[in-house]
């Protein structure tokens, strides 16, 4: 026994004996944190298989790099390694425990625009067993400085070193090769990250997302203008028509865009100890002048907000890795929908409560026309008014009363409300709902800042009525995204009232609201289905602009016919039919998975197929820049230069405005100031 324990010492004392050790214990960790803190959907011998050995191949490539190196150096390069690895599975635990991804260079690369506000929520995901990806580094550490293990100065043959490399590549194509054979066209056809590094592994799916990114770049350098006639071929075959009973009915009228941060149409009449979560916005849901879809999902990606936001100004999908509106917002050409409305008379402004580079939307909202940004430096800063990510939607509803009161009419006006936003943070003197009873602390005080929201919404539509300007105003209303994501399935359960959760059941709830109120619109609940990517030609065809002119994907809900195919920006889809999440099919009326019969698979790979292309010719839009390439009638492209967000430059621009058409608000009233109709029970303004 002891001479086994003499030559096993001996073996982990030589160069190649603390590689295989360092190998080894980097393999457990990364398989361990596959089973426990990812949820990659491993189904059949397979894929398990793939999952268990995929962090293999990488791992003896880059450890043994350090073979080639002599001495101490080839021992501390490894324990280097080791802990970049570390820090990459570290952060994507963390990211994907929040946002059910992982981690992207776009991500990364933009993480500079999403910032201030990240400690709150990273406090809140983070877990102490978290760091136990680090602690094979520590024990190797003390194991050589102890000389437990000591270090073997002979050089290690450069052939052996170069076979280890061989072995890795050749295991890394083997890989490939069964991996593809599963999963056909595993990274040519696939919208969904979970894949990648389910067959192939967090390193290689590293390694493929800085190729993809770079073909990005390359992309747009070598786009040329014939590459915009395979979209317009399909938008000419895939564009509805307007349905005549609607078409211009909102004509002239202001335009609210009510931007609900993380609300799911679940909140929608739910109740908790009997009370209703959001009484205001229930009311406004049924109430006979709005049109209320509730088949309407979000089609978000990693860029969360910002893809909504693309979408709903754009009518093109975000980007399957990091945020378009980071990435492209500053340097692409756009037909967005404040550069539409402002050229047809429009005064277009954007409020949020946060600082304008969140997001990069100092720059974006200059490349989709907005005349006006009001930001975080317009409005009264005080610590008590701001949580999690910005300014109370109280305050933030109420501050913005006084620019609203000065826009020149007709205007479009996009407000972001931002309390409801992940931590769900509330002080308590702001708190008036009981939390739900999960035993999940990131999804129970969920319904209280979105009671929080609701009491705001409520507030500010009162002030609406009060000023008139609600008679002659379309309102509308979106949830952004999810709020809770899908890693927290025993919470949703509950909130669902099942006693389980699948797939399909995942996929529903994705569902956010979609509402349109105005006076004298023929309202009630629409079953039609469809996504963010609808809202643009939608409004539009209500405000009575023709858009067969215009670059969009996305296809009006209220038309008679279309098609009612809903794509998630992964790939899997929703439609009146049938719901395909990761290549399991349920019929959508029952929930029942099925095994298409001919028919239904002819149906189901047609719609796929339309999926597909309407992604990528969507991301071929975007990373080209085709509409640099596009010069539609009637349409000016956007200057962004003539733009400026600074306050002093805003409140000049107000003035200007003020001068020339004199239809705002506060000239309506003779000059006399609104905000006093204006009624909030904030208690930070008390």
């Known amino acids: 026994m002891s001479s086994h324990i003499k030559n096993t010492r001996r ?69 280097i390694i080791d802990l970049i690895e570390s820090i990459w599975i570290f952060a994507n635990v963390l990211y994907y425990r929040e946002f059910s991804d992982f981690l992207s260079f776009g991500i990364i690369k933009g993480s500079g625009t999403v910032q201030n506000n990240l400690g709150k929520s990273l406090a809140e995901i983070l877990h102490p067993l978290d760091f136990f990806v680090f602690i094979d580094i520590i024990v190797l ?74 073909k990005e770049s390359e992309t747009r350098a070598e786009a040329k203008p014939s590459d915009l006639n ?34 799911q149409q679940f909140l929608i009449d739910y109740k908790v100890d009997g009370k209703e979560v959001t009484p205001n916005l229930n009311k406004f849901y049924h109430n006979q002048n709005t049109l209320s879809f509730d088949n309407f999902y979000h089609q978000v990606a990693q860029g969360k ?41 429009y005064s277009t402004a954007a409020f949020h409560g946060d600082v304008p580079s969140f997001w990069n939307r100092d720059n974006a909202y200059k490349s989709w026309g907005y005349q006006y940004f009001f930001d975080s430096n317009y409005y009264t800063e005080k610590p008590s008014y701001s949580v999690g990510y910005g300014l109370k939607d109280k305050i933030f509803f109420k ?43 990131t999804v129970d005080p969920y319904v209280q800042t979105a009671h929080y929201l609701d009491q705001a919404f409520g507030e500010f539509m009162n002030y609406l009525t009060k000023t008139g300007l609600m008679k002659n105003s379309m309102i509308v209303l979106y949830g952004d995204h999810y709020g809770i994501s899908n890693n927290h ?19 529903q709830f994705q569902k956010v609201p979609f509402m349109i109120h105005m006076d004298g619109l023929k309202g009630g609940i629409d079953h039609t289905y469809g996504g963010e990517i609808d809202v643009l030609p939608t409004l539009l065809h209500l405000l009575g602009v023709k858009d067969d002119n215009t670059i969009q994907f996305g296809n009006d809900l209220l038309s008679k016919k279309r098609n009612q195919v809903v794509a998630f920006r992964n790939g899997d889809f929703v439609s009146p039919e049938y719901t395909v999440v990761g290549g399991s099919v349920y019929l959508t009326k029952t ?96």
Not at 235 to 244: M, V
């Open 141 to 214: 550490i003390l194991l050589l400085l102890f000389r437990v293990i000591k270090v073997d100065h002979a050089p290690f043959k450069k052939r052996n070193a170069f076979a280890i490399t061989i072995l890795s590549l050749v295991l890394m194509f083997a890989e490939f090769g069964v991996s593809n054979a599963d999963r056909s066209g595993l990274l040519t056809r696939t919208f969904d990250n979970n894949y990648i590094v389910k067959y192939l592994g967090l390193n290689e799916y590293a390694a493929f997302n800085a190729y993809q990114t770079h």
């Open 305 to 345: 907000t910002s893809d909504a936001e693309m979408m709903l100004e754009n009518s093109l999908f975000g980007l399957p890795e990091g945020s378009a509106m980071v990435t492209y917002g500053t340097q692409n050409t756009y037909q967005a929908a404040p550069a539409i409305l402002a050229q047809k008379g």
């Open 489 to 507: 399935r025993p919470a949703i359960a509950q909130l669902l009232h099942k006693k389980s959760i699948n797939s399909f059941d995942l996929a």
């Open 399 to 441: 501050d913005a009363a006084q620019y609203i009161q000065q826009l020149p009419q007709p205007f479009y006006a996009k407000l972001i409300t931002l309390t409801n936003h992940y931590p769900y943070e509330l002080d308590k003197q702001n708190v008036s709902f009981p939390a739900t009873k999960t035993g999940d602390n």
């Open 11 to 79: 073996f982990f004392n030589t160069k190649f004996g603390f590689f295989v050790l360092i190998v080894a214990l980097f393999w457990l960790k990364t398989y361990i944190s596959y089973r426990i803190d990812f949820t990659l959907g491993a189904k059949g011998g397979i894929q398990q298989f793939l999952l268990a050995v995929n962090p293999l191949p990488a791992a003896l490539l880059i450890f043994g790099i350090a073979l080639y190196f002599r001495g101490k150096l080839a021992y501390w390069l490894m324990i």
């Open 230 to 263: 395979s979209v317009l071929t399909y938008l000419k075959h895939n564009r509805s028509k307007s349905n005549i009973e609607y078409y211009g009915k909102a004509k002239g009228k202001n335009v609210f865009i009510i931007h609900l941060e993380s609300f």
């Open 591 to 686: 929930g029942k998975q099925i095994t298409p019969n001919k028919k239904q698979a002819a149906e189901i790979k047609k719609m796929q197929n339309h999926v597909t292309t309407e992604l990528s010719l969507s991301d071929k839009v975007v990373l080209g820049d085709l509409l640099r390439f596009y010069n539609p009638k009637g349409f000016k492209k956007v200057d962004k230069k003539s733009y400026s967000y600074k306050y002093a430059d805003g409140m000049k621009l107000l003035k200007e405005m003020d001068k020339k058409k004199k239809t705002d608000l506060l000239n309506k009233s003779k000059k006399k100031d609104t905000l006093n109709l204006y009624k909030t029970d904030a208690p930070e303004l008390k």
